[in-house]
């Protein structure tokens, strides 16, 4: 498996300045962030930076804007615990720390030509959102664009603003679901699997792209295996506990691999046969 290059200057912790926040849902918080002294971060689709918050700690979040932005980049947030409980305490003014990019995001080449089904659960959304604004930025470059999005309550979905842009395009295929909702809501009720048999895909062209919690990669696979794509071409992005971020202290390791460095992207062949990672 291919080695990521860490550049020298993506070891040391940069100024961060929260310019803008915009609360998403009950647990879920948007941060746009510039780095002092200007610069982008430039980083891939589906890459992290790690995040820390002066005297709580330090952890991993991945870049939810598109890499198009320059200037700042927007991280989305679950308050979960320590660290991510006093992020939400921020807002515009506000300093954090940020090392990285870090880690093999979506591989955007190989993405390019093919058709993409585009499967988010839940939080997942956040580090799509950045391959999605790519792939709609440079539409021409990629074939059929399928996403399909689960949450558990409407109140749960993040970014509707935009979901409601994706889904009046006529160039994307985009549904949604709910795992449960009021008897107002005249969209689907069911797990995110439930969407995957209907879609119309060309297997040997189509990439998956799926992201989301743990439990639902095992039940998502099953579904992308019985559509006949290939196990190359299914690209999962995994969540492990960090402490470094790059390959030095082995905290996330599965079986031999990096998740920070060797991930957090990794396609289904690769990962198959081990027992820890799905
Ligand atoms: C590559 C990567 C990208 C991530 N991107 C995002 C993102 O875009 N937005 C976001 O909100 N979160 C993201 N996370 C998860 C985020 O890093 C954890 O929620 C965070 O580290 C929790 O720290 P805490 O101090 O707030 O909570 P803690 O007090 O440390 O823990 C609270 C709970 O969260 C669990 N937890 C802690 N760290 C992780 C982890 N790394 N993976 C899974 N569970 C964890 C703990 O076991 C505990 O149950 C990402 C994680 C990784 C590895
Ligand atoms: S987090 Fe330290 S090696 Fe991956």
Same mark, same amino acid.
């Given at each position: 498996m291919e080695k990521v290059v860490i550049k020298e200057s993506n070891y040391n912790v940069k100024k961060g300045k929260i310019l803008r926040t915009k609360r998403?849902? $009950?647990?879920e918080k948007l941060f746009e962030v510039a780095l002092e002294g200007g610069g982008s971060l430039d980083h891939d689709p589906g890459q992290f930076v790690m995040v820390s918050v002066f005297g709580v700690g330090e952890v991993p979040i991945s870049v939810?804007?598109?890499?198009?932005?320059?200037?700042s980049f927007e991280l989305c947030v679950r308050a979960v615990g320590k660290v991510t409980e006093a992020m939400h305490q921020l807002e515009a003014g506000d300093e954090i720390g940020i090392r990285g990019p870090y880690g093999k995001g979506f591989p955007i080449r190989i993405l390019e030509g093919n058709d993409l089904l585009i499967v988010a659960g839940g939080l997942g959304i956040a580090p799509l959102r950045s391959l999605i604004k790519h792939v709609l930025f440079n539409?021409?470059?990629?074939g059929k664009v399928h996403i399909l999005l689960g949450c558990k309550?409407?109140?749960?979905?993040?970014f509707s603003n935009e979901l409601e842009q994706w889904n009046r395009r006529m160039d994307v295929h985009y549904e949604c679901t709910v795992d449960r909702a009021a008897p107002d809501w005249a969209g689907n009720v069911g797990v995110i699997t439930t969407l995957i048999p209907g879609v119309d895909i060309e297997p040997e062209r189509t990439f998956a792209v799926v992201v989301g919690p743990p439990i639902m990669y095992k039940f998502v696979i099953k579904e992308l295996l019985a559509k006949n794509i290939p196990e190359r071409q299914i690209l999962l992005s995994f969540e492990r506990h960090m402490k470094?971020?790059?390959?030095?202290? $082995?905290?996330?390791?599965?079986q031999g691999l990096y998740v920070c460095q060797d991930g957090p992207v990794f396609n289904f062949a690769d990962i198959k046969n081990m027992s820890e990672a799905l």
């Open positions: 998403l849902t $009950g647990h939810s804007s598109s890499p198009a932005t320059r200037g539409r021409r470059e990629f309550t409407p109140q749960d979905m993040l470094c971020g790059m390959g030095k202290c $082995g905290r996330c390791q599965i």
